[in-house]
């Protein structure tokens, strides 16, 4: 009885943690003046990279850990993976955390890529 209890604990535990929700969660508020209506992939997100010097490890020719942020197709299909380099979360293991050495992106910026992916990231 103990351990039909146990694996079915189990497989009711691993039952509810599968539940997922596709948009992104924010706790802090979007800080004031950082707009992030209408986010698209060329207009908004595109320039974060090219801002902070990203594409000098991650472009086509160079995709240092696989990952490519110099087309849409590639950071739509990362964008789980990217954000959190980006956003940098508590327990975040530092070699991860993206620019390496540098100062993080804007809380404006995440925010801003968390929205476009909250908003079906549009090219």
């Known amino acids: 009885m103990k351990l ?3 694996i ?3 497989w009711g535990l691993l039952f509810l943690s599968s539940c997922t929700n596709n ?3 924010v706790i802090a508020p979007s800080p004031s003046g950082c707009d992030t209506t209408d986010m698209t992939y060329s207009v908004n997100i595109a320039p974060i990279f090219t801002k902070h010097g990203c594409l000098d490890c991650h472009s086509a ?3 240092t850990s696989g990952i490519v942020l110099d087309n849409y197709n590639d950071v739509s299909a990362n964008a789980d993976v990217i954000m959190p380099s980006l956003a940098w979360p508590s ?3 530092s070699s991860k955390k993206m ?3 540098g100062p993080q992106v804007t809380a ?3 925010h801003q890529f968390i929205a476009w992916m909250n908003q079906g990231k549009t090219q």
Do not use: M, R
Request: charged share 10%; glycine share 14%.
């Open 99 to 101: 620019p390496p050495g």
């Open 108 to 110: 404006c910026e995440i």
């Open 91 to 93: 327990g975040y293991p």
């Open 4 to 6: 039909f209890f146990g």
């Open 23 to 25: 948009s992104v969660e």
């Open 8 to 10: 079915s604990l189990t």
């Open 61 to 63: 020719q160079v995709a």
